[in-house]
């Protein structure tokens, strides 16, 4: 009914114990999503160098913690292998701190020939194989170019920072590494980076529809905030809160209180879309006074209730309702 996190420490513990829970229930498909940079930022904006930096450090901890409480190895995967050289190096005292239970890893590994040449032109291992008078070598075994012999030896794998136009690579590591492991899509900004399918340059909507509906979301908290005018003083009222999920929990609406705890107002089995949310910490705050299905209430709400991928629901093109439980 109320939820306030003195610290990442303790937000770190609860996600890995809501990750913990829904893998002894079977589920391999997983996301947990909270904020990387703390309440008040605006995460999207600051997906930069801050961003990925942070997420990194908290998906090395998260790791650390769920390779303690199930005893089984971890491998964090960034996007690429220019980013996975780099951390392999700025992280290596963290990583000796956790003592082989986690470990590294790249989307690149996937394979596919834009990877191997990335790794040729840009990777130490590349250049190394280069200056040795090796050349750049693909294989030609595999009709994708991957790389040979590549394998994923960790029990749990862990994703991080993908952008939009990564989403494919993730899916494609997903059926050549995860298929008989849990795969946990660790701060990836999906309620962002969805809005980009679609749009020429970037990944399919299918890429959701397909793939990305098959994931539970095990942990979830994404902060939302409004303001509504009123014709008396103040005027304007500033209202916040947060969508909320722990499993094995129901979906939550949050609303946010002046000491910064979340409190309950609304509850659901089925994930609260956007509109529903706000319309629900409306209604806490005594916001929503039109009434139910006037001309008034339908001219403030609009036409459109929800984005495209949430008036998915029951279609023939979504794959799997499993994002929604």
Not at 27 to 33: A, S
Not at 227 to 242: D, E, H, M, W
Request: aromatic share 10%; glycine share 8%; proline share 4%.
């Amino acid at each position: 009914s109320r939820y306030l996190p003195e610290s990442y420490d303790e937000l770190l513990g609860d996600a890995a114990r809501s990750a913990r829970a829904a893998m002894r229930d079977g589920l391999r498909m997983l996301e947990v999503e909270f904020p990387p940079l703390g309440s008040n930022s605006s995460e999207y904006n600051a997906k930069g160098d801050d961003f990925i930096e942070s997420n990194l450090v908290l998906a090395l901890s998260f790791a650390g913690r769920l390779s303690d409480e199930t005893g089984q190895t971890v491998r964090v995967v960034v996007p690429d292998f220019v980013e996975l050289d780099r951390l392999e190096d700025e992280k290596r005292g963290t990583l000796e701190t956790l003592q082989g239970r986690v470990s590294l890893g790249s989307l690149s590994e996937g394979g596919g020939l834009k990877a191997n040449l990335q790794e040729a032109v840009f990777g130490k291992r590349g250049l190394a194989s280069f200056w040795a008078g090796e050349g750049f070598k693909l294989d030609e075994a595999r009709p994708d170019g991957g790389a040979a012999g590549a394998a994923v030896e960790e029990d749990i794998i862990v994703c991080i920072n993908a952008s939009a136009i990564e989403l494919p690579d993730v899916r494609r590591y997903h059926e050549q590494f995860g298929q008989d492991k849990p795969f946990i899509l660790f701060n990836l900004q999906l309620e962002t980076l969805r809005a980009d399918l679609g749009i020429i340059g970037f990944p399919p909507r299918s890429l959701h529809h397909e793939f990305f509906t098959r994931f539970r979301s095990v942990f979830f908290l994404r902060n939302r905030q409004y303001s509504k005018s009123v014709n008396v003083p103040p005027f304007l009222i500033n209202y916040s809160g947060a969508l909320f999920r722990e499993y094995p929990g129901p979906w939550q609406v949050m609303l946010r209180q002046d000491d910064s705890s979340l409190v309950c107002v609304a509850e659901d089995d089925v994930r609260f879309t956007l509109a529903e949310a706000k319309y629900e910490l409306m209604e806490a705050m005594g916001l929503r006074t039109e009434e139910k299905g006037s001309t008034m209430e339908f001219l403030r709400r609009g036409y459109k209730q929800g984005t495209w991928w949430e008036e998915a629901a029951g279609s023939e093109v979504e794959e799997s309702s499993e994002w929604r439980s």
